[in-house]
Structure formats: C-alpha cells, structure tokens
C-alpha cells in the first residue's frame, strides 16, 4: 500500500498485524538456523587429568548443543502499536442496496484513514494534534500468564 493513497482502516490494521507475523516469521527461521549451526559447529576440550600421578592429555569432542550452547528465542510477548492517521468517515451506500455480500459492503459507515507523515502534513497544512490514534493490543493467543493477569 502506498503512502499516498487512502487505505480503509480494516487494510491498515491488516497489514500490521501481516507486518507482525512476517517478523516473528523471520525471527523463528533466525532461531533454527542458529540451532542448526550450533549443531554443526564442533566443539573440543582439551585438560590434563592425573592418573597414577602422571598428566594423561584428554579431550573432549562435540557440537555446541552437546556443551548446552544454546542461541534464545525472540518471542513477541505483547506490544501496543499506536498509529497517528487522518480518519475519515462517509456513509455506505453499497449497505442499503445489498443485503448479501462481503461484510463491508454490510457496514453503515466506511473508514478511510491516511498515514499522518511530512508531505501529508505540508500538502494539507494539517496538523498532527489533530490526527486520530490507533491503538492496536497484540498479544499471543493463548496469552502468557504475565498478560491473562492484567
């Protein structure tokens, strides 16, 4: 979607939530390719030992999982995300004339929000205080037990 051109607020919304899960996407591939280097990076311990007081050379062989090298995962537990749009509502005409069909053609009203950014604000003389925010709560599904207690 482009900056210029309006968006309706279910797009907007969409491609966060998409922008999201690509993210996490990338960052749960991250951690298996970490693991599956780890896997294939070997390790080797060499120390003395005393046997029958004499220092006998040892070694131990493996890869980093086998020593409990181990890389973390990176979880998106929770986050607000707070976009400053300009809103604007007209009714639906498609709603009075059709009783089938997609749901927004069912909606009374249409939202069209525009990204509130530098041209915009210039072209328009439009001033950020102005702007609606959307606040949009992510959390994961079931939420962690730190987010069910809130």
């Known amino acids: 979607m482009s900056v210029e051109q309006n968006a309706t607020l279910d797009e907007i919304i969409r491609d966060v939530l998409v922008s999201l899960v690509s993210a996490q996407t990338q960052a749960n591939q991250a951690f298996v390719d970490s693991i599956k280097e780890l896997a294939n990076t070997e390790v080797v311990i060499s120390y003395k030992k005393k046997v029958d007081g004499k ?26 995300i707070e976009l400053k749009t300009a809103i604007t509502v007209s009714g639906n005409v498609a709603a009075k004339s059709s009783a089938i069909g ?36 992510v959390v994961p599904v079931p939420p962690s037990a730190d987010i069910a207690s809130i």
């Open 55 to 80: 220092d006998v050379d040892q070694t131990i062989k493996g890869n980093a999982l086998a020593f409990g090298i181990v890389p973390s995962m990176f979880v998106i537990k929770s986050g607000i």
């Open 102 to 137: 997609d749901v927004r053609n069912k909606a009374a009203y249409l939202f069209k929000t525009q990204a509130i950014d530098a041209r915009y604000q210039n072209t328009y003389a439009y001033k950020t205080e102005a702007s609606s925010v959307i606040k949009i709560t």
